[in-house]
Nanobody, 123 residues
Framework: QVQLVESGGGLVQAGGSLRLSCAASGRTLSSYTMGWFRQAPGKEREFVSSISWSGGTTYYGDSVKGRFTISRDNAKNTVYLQMNSLKPEDTAVYYC????????????????WGQGTQVTVSS
């Protein structure tokens, strides 16, 4: 079992930055692909970004490309999402997730999920 806990969310003005963290316990994350997803009220869960176990392959959703950066520190069992130039439309609950196989851009393939952290961007 892998337990994931997100942190770093909060309220920020448009144009600001936040750094989300996802800390894992139970098992080492070094063999897992990690993803970030988000869900706004009344909307479907949306892929934000993913990173392979080695950190060598990353993907980003079209709406966050060039603004968000995913990274990981396997020694600390933690994954990060640096979010810059935030927009009101980035407001959502952000979730991290872990999996070993499958297309990392698809939520359905993830085995483990955190509880989420709220990000609110004011205009």
């Amino acid at each position: 079992q892998v337990q994931l806990v997100e942190s770093g969310g909060g309220l920020v003005q448009a144009g600001g930055s936040l750094r989300l963290s996802c800390a894992a316990s139970g098992r080492t994350l070094s063999s897992y692909t990690m993803g970030w997803f988000r869900q706004a009220p009344g909307k479907e869960r949306e892929f934000v970004s993913s990173i392979s176990w080695s950190g060598g392959t990353t993907y980003y959703g079209d709406s966050v490309k060039g603004r968000f950066t995913i990274s990981r520190d396997n020694a600390k069992n933690t994954v990060y999402l640096q979010m810059n130039s935030l927009k009101p439309e980035d407001t959502a609950v952000y979730y991290c997730a872990a999996n070993r196989v499958g297309d990392p851009r698809r939520a359905i393939i993830y085995n483990y999920w955190g509880q989420g952290t709220q990000v609110t961007v004011s205009s």
